[in-house]
């Protein structure tokens, strides 16, 4: 089993950049598939994106033009960042892993907090 | 993009019935369909995937079936710790998108 373990500030500032790493376990960065997933307070969870093993990426059409999600092979962690960012971008963030490229979401990490207001 | 459609929103139920929740897409996603158990202050934990296969550690109360566009799981009968928001989620195509959720609550 992958363990995941998200880290990163629990406030952000209005049009700042919301940055989150997360640290696995139990397996390489170099094998399986890594996503960000978010949950707004009180709703459903909302898909943000994949990083493939090889670094290639697929965004959610909706955040597209304000996320980066990138890999550290050295540390064995892989990064969220999200640009330009307002009070709706509040949520839990999560990330999570996939065993084949179009799979379901297998392992979680705990979450991590994310608040946006000056 | 596909959307999820869950229902009841909320399914009241007493410990030892057998709860049925829906999901249905709004166009065919296949077998990718996944069902997901939330319990409040955790992550989701993945229940059921490929629209009828249990994730490893899952119990055998947890069942799951459908294709295309109508998914159903079913809970044979509920323990203490069942009562929790269930979501349903499709990985057929991009962008991934989940239900809005079922709360099962006593």
């Known amino acids: 089993q992958v363990q995941l373990q998200e880290s990163g500030p629990g406030l952000v500032k209005p049009s700042e950049t919301l940055s989150l790493t997360c640290a696995v376990s139990g397996a390489s960065i170099n094998s399986y598939f890594w996503i960000w997933i978010r949950q707004p307070p009180g709703k459903g969870p909302e898909w943000i994106g994949n990083?493939?093993?090889?670094?290639?990426?697929k965004y959610n059409p909706s955040l597209q033009s304000r996320v980066t999600m990138s890999l550290d092979p050295s540390s064995n962690h892989f990064s969220l960042h999200l640009r330009s960012v307002t009070a709706a971008d509040t949520a839990v963030y999560y990330c999570?892993?996939?065993?084949?490229?179009?799979?379901?979401?297998?392992?979680w990490g705990q979450g991590s907090l994310v608040i946006v207001s000056s | 993009e596909i959307v999820m459609t869950q229902s009841p929103a909320t399914l009241s139920v007493s410990p030892g019935d057998r709860a049925t929740l829906s999901c249905r897409a709004s166009q065919s996603v296949s077998s990718n369909l996944a069902w997901y158990q939330q319990r409040p202050g955790q992550a989701p934990r993945l229940l059921i995937y490929?629209?009828?296969t249990r994730a490893t550690g899952i119990p055998a109360r947890f069942s799951g079936s459908g294709s295309g566009t109508e998914f159903i799981i079913t809970i044979s009968s509920l323990q203490s710790e069942d009562f929790a928001v269930y979501y349903c989620?499709?990985?057929?195509?991009?962008?991934?998108?989940f239900g809005q959720g079922t709360k099962v609550e006593i």
């Open positions: 490929g629209a009828s």
């Open positions: 990083i493939f093993y090889n670094g290639r990426t």
């Open positions: 999570a892993s996939s065993t084949w490229e179009d799979g379901p979401f297998g392992d």
């Open positions: 989620q499709q990985y057929n195509n991009w962008p991934r998108t």
